[in-house]
């Protein structure tokens, strides 16, 4: 496995851990309590398919323990977490877990064996003609699969190529049905508003930094780091905008996406850093004629306002 992403869930009562790899989207579903349970998991399904170089999650508590990575460190794989509030940077794994819950609840209803639904899944061929367990290990499974035409399809020569053209055929759609806007970069000292999880753009803060394209380190007036991405951060309209094909989404139409390929442990230290916004604007304001706005964008009187003498 070059890269994995994984994820947590709950299903009747019983939590579970996810994993599926972004070559093959081979999953793997384990039972899971606590960050040692989740650490035995990983273990596990290391030692059947390999250590991955890149390991992606989101930012639960058991994956920003320190006990993940000291585990991290003694494997030597990277971890890499998504964007704060934005669980689309890690689709693999949100679809994945989808599709599992479909298949936990299907298989309660009918009283069906989930580890044969399972066997099912990895063993059925997708549009390139072979399967997950077929691309992952380069041999197809027996299962109670019917043998169809697909067996006798003819396949892709170059899996890569195949995953490539699919991933921008989705963003395509994708792009098209959310009408996705392009965004423009940001620089350090910016002032930017944050939009809050309600949705409404407030709490003023400084760029500091940047860890990918699209995800950015902001300050508050209080002093205190977060990370966010670059749709939760709104560019003030009196500063310069520098043009970017940052889009509002990070889906590369296989659930996965280039955000978050490092981890920002030397922000950490900032916290403490008080950063002065910027307040230079290059937009000049006639005396009597005009005034700003709260979010900085000059506003000019019309003229039947305007009285004369």
Known sequence: MGKISTDLFSFAGKNYIVMCDAFSN?????????????????????????????????????????????????????????????????GLSERTVQTVKNMLKKCKESGEDVNMALLVYRSTPM???KSPAEMLMGRELVSNLPSSELKDKAKHPDVKLWKNQQKMKQKHFYDNRNHVKALTTLDCGNQVPIQDSNGYWKDHATVVGK????????????????RRNRRHLKKASFQKETP??????????????????????????????????????????????????????????????????
Do not use: M
């Open 26 to 90: 081979y999953p793997e579903v384990l039972s899971s309590q606590t960050t040692h349970s989740v650490i035995q998991a990983l273990k596990s399904v290391f030692a059947r398919h390999g250590v991955p170089k890149v390991v992606v999650s989101d930012n639960g508590p058991c994956y920003s323990s320190r006990e993940l990575k000291d585990f991290a460190f003694e494997w030597n794989f990277q971890h890499v977490t998504s964007s704060p509030r934005y669980p689309q940077s890690n």
């Open 211 to 226: 860890v990918n394209p699209r995800s950015y380190i902001v300050q508050g007036n209080q002093g205190v780091c977060y």
């Open 244 to 309: 970017s094909s940052d889009v509002y989404t990070e889906f590369d139409g296989n659930g996965q996406n280039s955000d978050d390929s490092e981890l920002i442990e030397n922000y950490e230290s900032t916290s403490n850093t008080r950063i002065e916004p910027n307040t230079s604007s290059s937009v000049q304001e006639p005396a009597g004629l005009c005034f700003r706005t709260s979010p900085g964008r000059v506003v000019k009187r019309p003229d039947r306002l305007i009285e004369t003498v």
């Open 127 to 129: 549009d390139n003609g």
